[in-house]
């Protein structure tokens, strides 16, 4: 079973630093892009980050640009999203999710075919 399981979220004050993690499984790891997006309740959903675990290729949002960083462990077929000095407009659910490798834009959602369910970042004024 396909399975992608966000860990990490938290609540922080501004200007503080969390770290997330994706943990994937039940599909072929190297084969997708994994990318993180957040979603706030009645706000359309938004694409932060995204890499490619074959290639190595990244890319962000403009909005964390300078802030967060997306790496990979592809031994442990996981993902992790570094989130430094961190805003109160970044509270939201975060999501991982997997692109296959003939998926479109990174920051559209409806190309990607498996998620998670979520973890809930809280950032403090």
């Known amino acids: 079973e396909v399975q992608l399981v966000e860990s990490g979220g938290g609540l922080v004050q501004a200007g503080g630093s969390l770290r997330l993690s994706c943990a994937a499984s039940?599909?072929?790891?190297?084969?997708?892009?994994i990318g993180w997006f957040r979603q706030v309740p009645g706000k359309e959903r938004e694409g932060v980050s995204c890499?490619?675990?074959?290639?190595?290729?990244?890319y962000y949002a403009d909005s964390v640009k300078g802030r967060f960083t997306i790496s990979s462990d592809n031994a442990k077929n996981t993902v992790y999203l570094q989130m430094n000095s961190l805003k109160p407009e970044d509270t939201a659910v975060y999501l991982c999710a997997a692109l296959p490798p003939w998926g479109g834009r990174w920051y559209d959602g409806d190309e990607y075919d498996y998620w998670g369910q979520g973890t809930q970042v809280t950032v403090s004024s």
């Open positions: 890499i490619s675990t074959s290639d190595g290729s990244i």
């Open positions: 039940g599909f072929t790891f190297d084969d997708y892009a």
